[in-house]
């Protein structure tokens, strides 16, 4: 029990950081390009309050992928909406990986650090959960990178795709959008999804970490 609250603890901000940046920078991007729903709606802040999706965020813990809510797009108010929305899908996973190498960088500067600083109780409590939790961070904005770049709709894989396709072969991908949950979970409970993610994820972070 000490040992799985321990893990909460040192998993939470990681993840709350995570998942708030993500759908942060959508509603950014979105902005920037001229939609304004998110900011209407109070999504465009770094509250994850505002972002966090109760059933995602418990599957993370359990099955090491989870979800945001995610913040609402209209493509209307964009000048290019097939190729403005491709950006807006990318923000979110550039965004996690641009996490998890400030995350690797600062885990390696804080042990290059602790090989001059003499040895202490109070420093080892505090430096290995620090270090502990950034390599959490690393994997998690991983996961969540590479998890939210598979091309099946509604992920933001399949919005980037869609930006590439023809408009009218984009249009019929998009509307496979509502099995999409459903063949998620197939792969899920499968293993699928598993056999998918894993290597990439153990590759990057040795990477990263190495």
């Not at 699928?192 to 990439?200: A, H, N």
């Given at each position: 029990m000490n040992e799985t609250i321990a893990q909460l603890i040192i998993m939470a901000p990681p993840l709350?950081?995570?998942l708030t940046v993500h759908e942060f920078a959508h509603g950014y991007v979105a902005f920037r390009l001229g939609d304004p729903t998110a900011h209407?709606?109070?999504?465009?802040?770094?509250?994850?309050?505002?972002?966090?999706?109760?059933?995602?965020?418990?599957?993370?813990?359990?099955?090491?992928?989870?979800?945001?809510?995610?913040?609402?797009?209209?493509?209307a108010y964009f000048r290019n909406p097939e190729r403005d929305m491709l950006w807006v899908a990318l923000a979110g996973p550039a965004t996690n990986l641009a996490l998890a190498l400030i995350s690797a960088l600062m885990a390696k500067l804080i042990w290059m650090l602790a090989q001059f600083i003499p040895y202490s109780v109070a420093g080892e409590a505090i430096l290995t959960p620090l270090n502990s939790t950034l390599v959490a961070s690393v994997w998690i904005n991983l996961v969540l990178c590479i998890f939210n770049l598979l091309p099946i709709p509604p992920l933001d894989g399949s919005k980037i795709l869609a930006g590439l396709l023809p408009p009218d072969l984009a249009r019929t991908y998009a509307s496979l959008e509502k099995y999409g949950f459903l063949l998620i979970i197939l792969l899920a409970v499968t293993g699928?999804?598993?056999?998918?993610?894993?290597?990439?994820i153990k590759f990057a972070n040795n990477l990263l970490l190495s």
């Open positions: 709350l950081l995570a209407a709606l109070g999504r465009l802040t770094l509250n994850p309050l505002k972002h966090l999706d109760p059933l995602g965020t418990i599957a993370f813990f359990i099955v090491n992928f989870g979800w945001a809510k995610p913040v609402p797009v209209n493509t699928v999804l598993s056999k998918l993610i894993v290597p990439l």
